[in-house]
Nanobody, 114 residues
Framework: QVQLVESGGGLVQPGGSLSLSCAAS????????MGWHRQVAGKQRELVAS???????IYADSAKGRFTISRDNDKSTVNLQMSGLRDEDTGVYYC????????WGQGTQVTVFS
């Protein structure tokens, strides 16, 4: 079992910045992928960015150039630095952890308001 603890999120005006963090604990294999997905009411959860324990990064097109994902393998932590936030970045952000199983965090709200 893996437990995920998320932090960060909140309210921000367009153009602002926010940081999200997710720490994994429990039975963690050497190779894993962690990332963030966003869900808006009535829509499917979609990938924002992910990073593997080997450093491979994947970004949604909407996140490229604005968001940066990083990880600390020793602490099994992933961080998402978001800048240049837009109204459409609003949603619930879920941390996702994948090794031999898939785990989700409880989600944290990000609201970008004008």
């Amino acid at each position: 079992q893996v437990q995920l603890v998320e932090s960060g999120g909140g309210l921000v005006q367009p153009g602002g910045s926010l940081s999200l963090s997710c720490a994994a604990s429990g039975s963690i294999f050497n190779h894993f992928v962690m990332g963030w997905h966003r869900q808006v009411a009535g829509k499917q959860r979609e990938l924002v960015a992910s990073i593997s324990s080997r450093g491979t990064e994947i970004y949604a097109d909407s996140a490229k150039g604005r968001f940066t994902i990083s990880r600390d393998n020793d602490k099994s932590t992933v961080n998402l630095q978001m800048s240049g936030l837009r109204d459409e970045d609003t949603g619930v952000y879920y941390c996702k952890f994948v090794d031999v199983d898939t785990y989700w965090g409880q989600g944290t709200q990000v609201t970008v308001f004008s």
